[in-house]
C-alpha cells in the first residue's frame, strides 16, 4: 500500500531528513586516513540522540549499528568496526537514517579518503549525477519507471553497471515502504503501465553503481554487499518528496535542492 503523505507529514519528515543532513556532513568531515568506521558510527548515534532524533537502522532486522559503511568493493549494508580502518585512496559510502516524532529520512553519500585515482573520481561523479537525473524526473507529470530509466541511461552511458539486487523504496511512517523504487527497469516491465506518481508520496531514491559488472555477493556477517568481480561501487541516496511544484529534496540543504 502507497501511503499519500499530507504537508504536516512531509513538514515531520523533513525535520528527520535534516538531522540526516547534518550527520552525514558531520561525518564527510571526519572522513581522513586512520579513522575507523566504528569511531564514525558513534559520532553519528550520539549526534543523533543529543537533537533528540533515533537513528532509523540500529535494531532494525537486528543491524547492529547506526551507520552502514561500504568500502571500495562493498556496495552497501556493511556494519562499523574499529577494524575497518580507513585508507589513503579509499572510497566510503555512509547511508544513514534517522526518526524524529515516528518520521523517518534517508540518505547516503560516496567520499574519497584523501587522494583517489581518477577513475574512482569518476564513478563518484556519474553515481551523485544519476541521483540527481532521477530525482528531475520524480513529477507528477511522469511515472516511477522514468525516473528508473533516467538513472540507468545516464550510468551506462558512462560504461558503469547498475546494481540490481537493491532498490529505492517508499519512506514514511516506516523506514521501507511501498513502492519499490529500481534504479533500472526491470525487463519484464510494460513501461506503458508504470506507476504514475502522484503528488504526496515520498520516495528514497538511491542509485548504487559498479565500476565492473552488477553482480552482487554477501559476506558471511550476512549484511554486507560486495560487487563479485571486485570492482569498486558507490552509493548516493536522497528522500525526495513529490509535490504539484515538481520535487522536494528533503535530505538536501538549500544549495542542493528545495
Not at 499519500?4 to 558531520?26: F, N, Y
Not at 503501465?193 to 558471511?220: F, H, Q, T, Y
Request: proline letters at 5%; one cysteine or more; hydrophobic letters at 40%.
Amino acid at each position: 500500500m502507497i501511503f499519500i503523505k499530507t504537508k504536516e507529514e512531509i513538514i515531520k519528515m523533513r525535520g528527520a531528513s535534516a538531522i540526516v543532513l547534518e550527520v552525514l556532513s558531520l561525518l564527510t568531515r571526519e572522513v581522513a586516513p586512520g579513522v575507523s568506521t566504528w569511531e564514525m558510527d558513534k559520532v553519528a548515534e550520539n549526534y543523533t540522540l543529543e537533537h533528540g532524533a533515533t537513528p532509523a537502522f540500529k535494531g532494525y532486522k537486528d543491524f547492529p549499528a547506526s551507520v552502514c559503511f561500504a568500502i571500495n568493493n562493498e556496495i552497501v549494508h556493511g556494519i562499523p568496526s574499529k577494524d575497518r580502518v580507513l585508507r589513503e585512496g579509499d572510497i566510503v559510502s555512509m547511508d544513514f537514517g534517522a526518526v524524529v516524532d515516528g518520521y523517518y529520512g534517508d540518505s547516503a553519500v560516496t567520499v574519497p579518503v584523501g587522494e583517489v585515482s581518477p577513475d574512482a573520481l569518476r564513478l563518484l561523479e556519474v553515481t551523485r549525477e544519476s541521483l540527481y537525473k532521477g530525482i528531475e524526473n520524480a513529477t507528477t507529470s511522469n511515472r516511477l519507471l522514468d525516473v528508473s530509466k533516467a538513472i540507468q541511461e545516464h550510468v551506462e552511458r558512462a560504461g558503469f553497471s547498475v546494481v540490481t539486487a537493491f532498490v529505492g523504496h517508499g519512506i514514511g511512517r516506516n523506514l521501507h515502504e511501498e513502492p519499490q523504487v529500481p534504479n533500472f527497469v526491470p525487463s519484464n516491465s510494460n513501461w506503458g503501465r508504470g506507476m504514475r506518481l502522484k503528488s504526496g508520496m515520498v520516495i528514497a531514491i538511491e542509485p548504487m553503481v559498479n565500476m565492473g559488472g552488477p553482480d552482487v555477493e554477501i559476506l558471511d556477517d550476512g549484511w554486507t554487499a560486495i560487487t563479485k568481480d571486485g570492482s569498486l561501487s558507490a552509493h548516493f541516496e536522497h528522500t525526495v518528496a513529490i509535490t504539484d511544484n515538481g520535487p522536494m529534496v528533503l535530505t538536501a540543504g538549500a544549495s542542493q535542492g528545495n
